[in-house]
């Protein structure tokens, strides 16, 4: 299986630091991917995760631990147009080469 | 940057009726793209690979009578909903990926969307 969890909901104020965890269970993939994606739209790429350890792009940071099976996404110094929903997706590669979406986290943040 | 497009981004059809929607990788030429379902404050879901050239591969659950694939080109794949019902109202999202190898240089590109409401 590759269960991929994600908490449903989160609050967070403007100017604050927050994570997005993200927990799965599978035999294997390339790589994990988060996304944001405001209501209506396409998700955008955000961060691309092979190996382990944090990789920090200006306020946003993810992180990938392929031994406790667990990955963040860190926002820091949040702003009001943050609040979208946040995914993070298991790349399988190999043959099939697809993307397996968490369930999603829905960000708001409050003023 | 790589650019996909969804055609129409919305639709509006009766019931028993059967919708297209296509989705094209612009500047860069795609022998896979993937189509997604999502409904309202869900994560999106893989409904089926579509590969040129060949038959697309569906995820477990998807009818492919119902959700017909055609990958007619290295740049064009449609998605065609058969005699819909108004249990296929979604936002369905297509995407291409270039993969680059282990590599930063991976990634998948999403199309806009097409939001389906049937009546």
């Known amino acids: 299986g590759q269960n991929i969890d994600q908490p449903t909901e989160m609050t967070a104020t403007e100017g604050a630091i927050v994570q997005i965890n993200c927990t799965y269970q599978t035999s294997g993939f390339n790589g994990l991917f988060w996304y944001q994606q405001h209501a209506g739209e396409a998700p955008t790429f955000l961060s691309y995760n092979v190996l382990d350890g944090l990789e920090e792009k200006g306020r946003f940071s993810s992180f990938l631990s392929r031994s406790k099976g667990y990955s963040y996404l860190l926002l820091k110094e949040l702003q009001m147009k943050d609040s979208a929903s946040y995914l993070c997706?298991?790349?399988?590669?190999?043959?099939?080469?697809?993307?397996?979406f968490g369930t999603g986290t829905l960000l708001a943040v409050q003023p | 940057g790589a650019v996909v497009s969804q055609h129409p981004s919305r639709v509006i059809c009766k019931s028993g009726t059967s919708v297209k929607i296509e989705c094209r990788s612009l500047?860069?030429?795609?022998?896979?793209m993937f189509w997604y379902r999502q409904f309202p404050k869900q994560s999106l879901m893989l409904m089926a690979t579509s590969n040129e050239g060949s038959k697309a591969t569906y995820e477990q659950g998807v009818e492919k009578d119902k959700f017909l694939i055609n990958h007619a080109s290295l740049t064009l794949s449609t998605l065609t909903v058969t005699s819909a019902h108004p249990e296929d109202s979604s936002f369905y999202i297509c995407?291409?990926?270039?993969?680059?190898?282990?590599?930063?240089?991976?990634?998948?590109?999403f199309g806009p969307g097409t939001r389906l409401t049937v009546l």
């Open positions: 997706a298991l790349h399988r590669g190999g043959a099939t080469n697809k993307l397996i």
């Open positions: 500047d860069f030429q795609a022998t896979t």
């Open positions: 995407s291409a990926p270039t993969w680059g190898g282990a590599g930063v240089s991976d990634t998948q590109y």
